[in-house]
């Protein structure tokens, strides 16, 4: 009995050690700066505890004077949500074909589902990952010829790296197709000096958990006008008619932001600019650390482009490459995570039509999230360049 509690107390210290030296580093953690708290404490002391209040107003208030134009905001509860309600906006239905760009989370695509329409996937060009101009036109002029004018453009700044936006703003104009600026992972990016979000027909933010800035789940749309806003709104809580009663002569939906996770919103706006400084930091570190050392890659800013570095992308030579890095990170408390798997590939997506050149099938490939929260020290970094290093 003696012998076996020494040797219980013995294992249990071996554990304590283990996860002082490898404490885990994540992907991408929340990070709260503060303040939060006394926001959601007012939305208790006031009893607004519901989807609508003072805390959503001013957080809807907060990101408008981020984004710093003429857009108008809603708060609903994920950036899912805001996809589904922008294309539903924009007039897609049962039937349709909307364009989406394939490289990207499945969050991008899966709404084109949800209201009966059909994919058209289009593959990314390498300056920026994001959707080829090229391709995109081609894909147009293709479905065009079939009789079947595409609805609306799903294009993705991903990983906060802008898309092309003049090329695509451009092609959206000469067919007449409206753009569902899915700017997810770009909160705190711009382009010619002007906010992600701020150019699509409609944008889209998400406030996951592992984004930028998060209420722990929650996202939002921009609109253009306070009609289309109000629409949304109106859309969001369940489609009510103007009348004492409960009347509906829409379908509504369940999506507006609860005004206790707004209090965290609000909180986390007086942070972002901070949290966009420490991931590009990240991003700087790493590229010092590992580009002349090794074989890996970065994706570099476009002239005009400002990129948020919500996660830091490397390219590694090869699958093998990649895969060698990734389980030793693993083995190592670390998390890493290949590139998002494009919507072409995907089992739920794969019989859509596609118009791509292999391009983000390659990325796929080769590509590694590394660590990127901004809660990140010097040390964590540090412990995954040295092994980046002794395995590359
Ligand atoms: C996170 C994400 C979404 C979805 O946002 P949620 O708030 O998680 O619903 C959509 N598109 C992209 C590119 C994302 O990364």
């Not at 009995?1 to 107390?9: A, K, R, S, T």
């Not at 570190?285 to 919500?310: A, P, T, V």
């Amino acid at each position: 009995m003696v012998h076996y509690e020494i040797n219980g107390l013995a294992s249990l210290n071996l554990i304590a050690l283990k996860t002082t030296v490898n404490e885990k580093i994540w992907l991408s953690s929340p990070h709260m700066g503060g303040t939060e708290e006394t926001y959601v404490k007012e939305a208790f002391d006031t009893n607004w505890v519901a989807p609508l209040g003072p805390n959503v107003n001013q957080f809807e208030k907060a990101i408008v004077n981020y984004v710093n134009e003429d857009v108008h905001v809603a708060a609903l509860s994920s950036g899912t949500a805001a996809i589904h309600l922008a294309l539903e906006l924009l007039g897609v239905q049962s039937g349709d074909e909307v364009i989406c760009q394939s490289f990207t989370f499945s969050a991008s695509a899966n709404p084109i589902l949800y209201l009966g329409a059909t994919p058209v996937f289009v593959d990314s060009e390498k300056d920026t990952w994001n959707i080829s101009p090229d391709l995109l036109e081609k894909a147009i002029l293709d479905r065009i010829a079939h009789g079947k004018k595409p609805k609306a453009i799903v294009a993705v700044h991903l990983y906060g790296m802008p898309y092309k936006v003049d090329h695509i703003s451009k092609i959206s104009e000469r067919y007449g197709i409206p753009v569902v600026e899915d700017s997810a992972e770009a909160l705190g990016s711009s382009y010619e000096n002007r906010k992600c979000g701020s150019f699509g027909d409609i944008g889209v933010f998400s406030f996951n958990g592992n984004k930028i800035i998060t209420t722990s789940g929650g996202g939002a749309l921009l609109a253009k006008n306070q009609e289309i806003k109000n629409r949304a709104v109106f859309l969001a809580t369940q489609a009510r008619d103007d009348a004492p009663h409960y009347q509906h002569s829409s379908v509504g939906y369940n999506y507006r932001m609860s005004n206790v996770l707004a209090g965290i919103g609000r909180g986390q706006m007086e942070v972002l600019d901070q949290r966009v400084t420490a991931r590009r930091k990240n991003f700087e570190f790493y590229k010092k650390h590992l580009l002349d050392l090794s074989d890996i890659e970065f994706l570099d800013e476009q002239e005009g482009f400002f990129c948020n570095r919500w996660l830091t992308c490397v390219l590694t030579p090869s699958f093998e490459h990649r895969e060698k890095i990734r389980l030793a990170l693993l083995e190592e408390e670390i998390e890493s995570r290949p590139l998002w798997k494009p919507m072409h590939l995907q089992p739920i997506f794969k019989n859509f039509l596609n118009f791509s050149d292999g391009t983000s099938e390659n990325l796929f490939e080769r590509g590694l999230c590394l660590p990127s929260g901004s809660n990140l020290t010097e040390n964590d970094l540090q412990r995954v360049v040295k092994h980046i290093l002794k395995n590359q």
